[in-house]
């Protein structure tokens, strides 16, 4: 099923963007009277029928709504400091997208090799994987933002930093029973510092281990992404 990305659908007759227009009628060659699935990025999932397949304003007549499409009832928020190669962040940023993410933020720690990130390139991967993986809900991806600025933000719910220091730590997999909103951070290719795990824990965050391998950046990301899904969903 190929799904449309229309944030600003409302009405009974909606025009689609001009690069979403091109993509159904020059690429896949759609035409009058063909069936269209949309999404809204905020939980709604639209069908409609194709009224005038133009390649720059394609009208599109809504015949049917779903709200809250595949809604889950818990949340996860995974801060973690972008890699040094871009690839690996943006595979990361991709795949938590196709298994289920609500918001991401861009971390920049002391050990960061990579301290700035164009978020615009980003964010079209989050929509792509959105689409490809027919999520209703667009995850929100923050600007980067330094970690000693982040930890001292109030969040709510769980609070979880994962590190590869050798003492005794629970699993992640332990810390879920209790709540249903979970932020969880994930340091750079060198790990957390000391000092920002020590800072971590006086603001209230739990240590975690993500199994007994030592993960890259962007792996230990999907682990814990995929690990709240699992446990979750059960």
């Not at 809604?71 to 871009?86: D, L, M």
């Not at 940023?93 to 609500?102: P, R």
Request: aromatic share 6%; net charge positive; with cysteine.
């Amino acid at each position: 099923m190929q799904v449309f990305y229309t944030p600003n659908i409302k009405k009974i007759t909606y025009t689609l963007p001009e690069e979403e227009s091109k993509h159904a009628i020059k690429v896949l060659r759609m035409q009058a009277g063909d069936e269209i699935c949309m999404i809204d990025g905020k939980g709604g999932m639209y069908f409609g029928i194709i009224d005038e397949p133009d390649a720059k304003k394609c009208v599109i007549r809504v015949i049917e709504k779903i709200e809250q499409y595949n809604r889950r009832n818990y949340q996860i928020h995974i801060a973690i400091a972008p890699t040094k190669n871009i690839d690996r962040y943006e595979w990361f940023l991709e795949k938590a997208t196709e298994i289920g993410i609500d918001e991401i933020t861009p971390l920049i720690c002391h050990r960061s090799e990579r301290k700035v990130v164009k978020t615009d390139r980003l964010e079209k991967i989050l929509l792509s994987a959105m689409k490809q993986s027919i999520k209703a809900y667009r995850p929100k991806l923050n600007e980067p933002i330094k970690f000693k600025d982040f930890i001292k933000q109030n969040i709510e719910g769980t609070k979880l930093i994962a590190h590869c220091e050798t003492n005794p730590k629970p699993s992640l997999k332990s810390k879920l029973a209790n709540n249903n909103k979970f932020t969880i951070l994930i340091g750079p290719e060198g790990d957390f510092s000391p000092e920002e795990i020590t800072l971590a824990l006086e603001n209230n965050y739990e240590e975690i281990h993500l199994g007994k391998s030592r993960l890259r950046t962007e792996t230990a990301g999907i682990v814990a992404c995929h690990t709240v899904n699992i446990i979750k969903d059960e």
